[in-house]
């Protein structure tokens, strides 16, 4: 099937894929890969703004030898000429382009892309759907500290609702048998996020003692009208703090998938908390990337 040939969202990903994901990340972590991508053209387009997940997979395709195209959405015939999407995939298709890397604020953008475009297609993020890579490389950054996932507990807290990264996230730590707090106000974590390995805590200092792990998560105010809070009441119940940090574990990791807001729903202090895990998250980014591409490549044929 077509669309088996992509990365859309991590359930794409069998148990046997995600060890082969992690395996080749820890790989070419240690020794740099050779030119796996040799000869493969992969194109990134972004219709939305992105620091780390745009320079990573170019660094990713760069460093396997890929050739590199980025396409601006302002100019692609598809935005003023009245091309329609499909028509695109498949030109781009024909071109020989063998790798699509799409994000978009529309969810399920990548998937319709999928369905026609004779290649591998990796969602880079849509909408408030999905954000596998980062997943992938949230999940790697938890299995390098605590080795198995299974019983830990880790919080995410904040803005689930809108946020593509906790959606996919969530889904990868039930599958590693993680026990997950979500942590936020109704606005932005309905009741309905209760699930099996799925809990829902209102008050972020009562779990802060019990968490292995923290996941802040930005405010997406792009996706959303009104606030259903002041910033005020967010900081007040929500925000990792100095004051907080004193009744997190001391062995505990705090994360962030970036950008993060200083002041919202962290202050400077967590930078400097031993457990701030964000720089590792953003360097394992790359190597996620490479394994990734290199799964879609040379082992799903
Ligand atoms: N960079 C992440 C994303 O693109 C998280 C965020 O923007 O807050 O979804």
């Known amino acids: 099937m077509r669309i088996r040939r992509s990365l859309l969202d991590l359930d794409d990903l069998d148990a046997d894929e995600l060890a082969y994901v992690f395996g080749r990340t820890a790989a070419f972590e240690q020794n740099a890969p050779g030119r796996l991508l040799e000869g493969t053209a992969c194109v990134n387009v972004f219709f939305e ?18 050739d590199v195209v980025n396409l601006s959405p302002k100019d692609l015939s598809l935005a003023t000429k009245g091309e329609t999407l499909e028509d695109t995939a498949m030109t781009l298709g ?4 063998g790798v699509l890397v799409v994000r978009h604020p529309e969810a399920g953008f990548p998937k319709r892309i999928a369905l026609y475009f004779d290649g591998h297609v ?18 790697y950054t938890l299995i390098e500290e605590f080795g198995q996932l299974a019983e830990r507990t880790v919080a995410i ?13 969530i889904r990868g730590l039930r599958r590693m048998g993680a026990n997950v ?24 200092d009562a779990i802060l003692p019990h968490a292995d792990a923290i996941v802040l998560l930005r405010i997406q105010r ?32 705090v994360m962030h998938p970036g950008p993060y807001n200083r ?14 895990r964000y720089l590792k998250q953003v360097h394992h980014g790359v190597a996620i990337r490479m394994a990734v591409l290199d799964l879609l490549v040379n082992a799903r044929r």
């Open 157 to 169: 807290v904040g803005d689930v609702a809108h946020s593509r990264v906790a959606h996919s996230t």
């Open 94 to 97: 024909a071109m020989g382009v």
């Open 49 to 66: 703004q992105s620091t780390r997940t745009f320079t990573s997979f170019n660094l990713a395709e760069l460093r396997l030898g890929a």
């Open 181 to 204: 707090v979500l942590v936020g106000p109704e606005g932005f974590l309905p009741a309905e996020y209760a699930i099996e390995g799925v809990t829902i805590e209102r008050d972020f």
């Open 122 to 139: 990796i969602n880079a993020g849509d909408g408030a759907h999905a954000h596998p890579t980062q997943a992938l490389l949230d999940l």
């Open 222 to 253: 792009e996706r959303f009208a009104e606030m259903p809070l002041s910033n005020e009441e967010y900081v007040a119940a929500y925000r990792l703090d100095k004051r907080r940090l004193k009744n997190v574990r001391a062995d505990a990791v």
């Open 263 to 276: 002041g919202m729903e962290l202050d400077d202090s967590v930078l400097e908390f031993a457990g701030w």
